[in-house]
């Protein structure tokens, strides 16, 4: 590939536009002209790239299928992140988190590109002006008059062999987990830090158990219901500023600007064959306003968490019973 072909300049432009409107963006937001987290990037940013990539190459090729259009706008989006992430622009987290979205509307801007150079070429080159600067555009209205704020409730169960009050044992201090404990998932995948363990100071409502994860992270879970062998329910309290920066991308930092859990807590209870049921529930803020795609990401992430918790759980409350029926 030349570097001066169509096809390169195509994705050098799309790339540098990217970085370009991130760190416009980034400096804006004290402004209150702009925010990362907002539709105006999520969203449209990548229908710009992926429509001035397709839009350049149409010079070579106005033969072009729309497959070849929504794959080809893929490319300067891959390089655009992993620059990001190569400079510390952003973490792996949010990147992880953006890359469904950004290749899903980079490939409608790349056949936009398309249909409008065949459509009405001779007005192409306004087109991509005004797509490319759209999303400047509509970043400080949507900023300062669209607030899509947001709680949710995430709950997930698992059936343990177990009786209750040996489960109930293992809620309310959870000794160090060792890495084999806790099973590979997605969160961990994407670079989210993996519990260490949680220590209560006290028991019943008041009391606070404090949980540690990797990276440095640590927030406290204030008691709020306490009914020994049936629940235990707590409210968060997650000071931003004490988890590290590199700990958890700032966009979705515990306690943070855009994204917080706000209360939770475990439920138990029995089935007819006498093995525990054990729930674990997470309220949660959402500052976005992504809407859907934002619910579906916190509803992935919470339910892969509360996943390994309760794995971890189950493991440990019926380990002792395996050790006896193994001695018997």
Request: with cysteine; glycine share 6%.
């Given at each position: 590939m030349q570097l001066t072909s169509p096809k390169a300049v195509g994705i050098f432009l799309g790339v540098l536009y990217g970085i370009s409107m991130r760190i416009v963006i980034e400096f804006s937001t004290a402004l209150k002209f702009g925010s990362l987290v907002?539709?105006?990037?999520?969203?449209?940013?990548?229908?710009?790239?992926?429509?001035?990539?397709?839009?350049?190459?149409?010079?070579?090729?106005?033969?072009?299928?729309?497959?070849q259009m929504i794959v080809k706008a893929w490319q300067p989006i891959?390089?655009?992140?992993?620059?990001?992430?190569?400079?510390?622009?952003?973490?792996?987290?949010?990147v992880a988190m953006a890359l469904p979205a950004f290749m899903f509307f980079a490939s409608l801007g790349g056949v936009l590109a398309g249909f409008t150079r065949r459509k009405i070429s001779q007005k192409s080159n306004a087109t991509l002006l005004s797509i490319t600067l759209l999303p400047l555009a509509l970043s400080p209205i949507e900023l300062n008059f669209l607030h899509l704020s947001k709680t949710y409730e995430v709950t997930n169960s698992i059936t343990i062999n177990a009786p209750i009050n040996?489960?109930?044992?293992?809620?309310?201090?959870?000794?160090?987990i060792e890495p084999q404990e806790i099973p590979f998932s997605l969160t961990r995948f994407i670079g989210v830090p993996r519990p260490l363990e949680a220590n209560m100071n006290a028991s019943g409502v008041g009391a606070i158990r404090t949980s540690t994860?990797?990276?440095?992270?640590?927030?406290?879970?204030i008691i709020t219901d306490w009914q020994p062998n049936k629940q235990m329910l707590y409210k968060f309290e997650i000071n931003p500023g004490l988890i590290p920066d590199n700990a958890l991308d700032k966009h979705v930092k515990l306690g943070g600007e855009y994204f917080s859990p706000l209360n939770g807590g475990y439920r138990l209870s029995e089935d007819k064959s006498g093995n525990t049921i054990l729930a674990l529930t997470t309220k949660v803020q959402d500052n976005t306003n992504f809407g859907v795609y934002s619910r579906i990401w916190g509803e992935v992430i919470f339910q892969d968490f509360h996943h390994s918790l309760l794995t971890l759980m189950k493991n440990r409350a019926e380990k002792p019973l395996a050790a006896v029926i193994s001695h018997s």
């Amino acid at each position: 590939m030349q570097l001066t072909s169509p096809k390169a300049v195509g994705i050098f432009l799309g790339v540098l536009y990217g970085i370009s409107m991130r760190i416009v963006i980034e400096f804006s937001t004290a402004l209150k002209f702009g925010s990362l987290v907002t539709i105006s990037f999520m969203f449209l940013v990548p229908v710009a790239i992926g429509y001035i990539r397709v839009h350049f190459e149409y010079n070579e090729n106005p033969n072009l299928t729309y497959r070849q259009m929504i794959v080809k706008a893929w490319q300067p989006i891959f390089i655009f992140l992993l620059v990001s992430i190569v400079t510390l622009l952003e973490g792996s987290i949010c990147v992880a988190m953006a890359l469904p979205a950004f290749m899903f509307f980079a490939s409608l801007g790349g056949v936009l590109a398309g249909f409008t150079r065949r459509k009405i070429s001779q007005k192409s080159n306004a087109t991509l002006l005004s797509i490319t600067l759209l999303p400047l555009a509509l970043s400080p209205i949507e900023l300062n008059f669209l607030h899509l704020s947001k709680t949710y409730e995430v709950t997930n169960s698992i059936t343990i062999n177990a009786p209750i009050n040996i489960v109930w044992q293992q809620l309310t201090n959870v000794s160090h987990i060792e890495p084999q404990e806790i099973p590979f998932s997605l969160t961990r995948f994407i670079g989210v830090p993996r519990p260490l363990e949680a220590n209560m100071n006290a028991s019943g409502v008041g009391a606070i158990r404090t949980s540690t994860w990797q990276k440095g992270v640590v927030f406290k879970e204030i008691i709020t219901d306490w009914q020994p062998n049936k629940q235990m329910l707590y409210k968060f309290e997650i000071n931003p500023g004490l988890i590290p920066d590199n700990a958890l991308d700032k966009h979705v930092k515990l306690g943070g600007e855009y994204f917080s859990p706000l209360n939770g807590g475990y439920r138990l209870s029995e089935d007819k064959s006498g093995n525990t049921i054990l729930a674990l529930t997470t309220k949660v803020q959402d500052n976005t306003n992504f809407g859907v795609y934002s619910r579906i990401w916190g509803e992935v992430i919470f339910q892969d968490f509360h996943h390994s918790l309760l794995t971890l759980m189950k493991n440990r409350a019926e380990k002792p019973l395996a050790a006896v029926i193994s001695h018997s």
